[in-house]
């Protein structure tokens, strides 16, 4: 069976550009993470989705980032006005439950690296 | 603020030496992951351990809880090239969503 996919896998941007990230996550997954890992670093949680509805958005860094899920498949992480320190890879995880279940696995896509020039 | 602080940062080895990696902090999980991601992929998970005490072995890899839930740790025996990559551990506090992960241990192991 397909694990979760990302596309693109890179993209590369100018500052100040509009940019869209695609999640595909396991089919029959309810619970998807976006994560941000930076060069060196652990990653760092964004979002997390339940279904459709955006359960725990405190990661997000400004109000540049959005995401959506609204068919609570497939979801799409949106950054507005990009600058030069939004360069990461941005990780997305699907789970076949939702957290605080213990021994919850979150399976991850091999992410999309961003970089803004 | 980084709550999981994993040391070393960085662990070049060779093939057939032992060695640990540490996973601390100062706030109480109700369980702890370990995963390790190898270059241009998402991480994988290796083991969760949910018990204070806990003792996980997954061939030649053991992992251990702390007692008291706030620290954990990985060792391997006799590492193989195989088993280079970045290893993370990652906590869930059970009250937060989403799981905060450590820094990270680079691991090289040389033929």
């Known amino acids: 069976g397909a694990g979760v996919s990302q596309t693109p896998s890179n993209k590369v941007t100018e500052k100040g550009k509009y940019v869209e990230l695609r999640c595909d996550p396991i089919?029959?997954?309810?619970?998807l993470y976006w994560y941000r890992q930076s060069l060196g670093q652990g990653p760092e949680f964004l979002i997390y989705?339940?279904?459709?509805?955006?359960?725990?958005d405190s990661g997000l860094p400004n109000d540049r980032f959005f995401a959506v899920r609204p068919e609570g498949s497939v979801s799409t992480l949106k950054i507005q006005r990009t600058e030069r320190g939004d360069s990461a890879v941005y990780l997305c995880?699907?789970?076949?439950?939702?957290?605080?279940?213990?021994?919850?696995?979150?399976?991850f896509g091999p992410g999309t690296r961003l970089t803004v020039l | 603020t980084q709550l999981l602080e994993q040391s070393p940062q960085f662990l070049s080895i060779q093939e057939g030496e032992n060695l640990t990696v540490y996973c601390n902090s100062s706030s109480v999980f109700s369980s702890l992951q370990w995963y390790r991601q190898e270059p241009g992929e998402g991480p994988v998970l290796l083991v969760t351990v949910v018990t204070g005490g806990e003792v996980k072995k997954l061939k030649r890899l053991t992992f251990q809880f702390g007692d008291a839930r706030k620290d954990s740790s990985l060792h391997i025996t006799a590492a193989q090239p195989g088993d280079t990559g970045l290893y993370l551990c990652a906590g869930d506090t059970g009250s937060a969503r989403q799981l905060t992960f450590g820094s990270g241990t680079q691991l090289t192991v040389l033929p």
């Open positions: 989705f339940q279904g459709t509805g955006a359960a725990d």
């Open positions: 089919s029959g997954h309810t619970a």
């Open positions: 995880a699907s789970s076949p439950q939702p957290p605080g279940l213990a021994g919850n696995e979150q399976f």
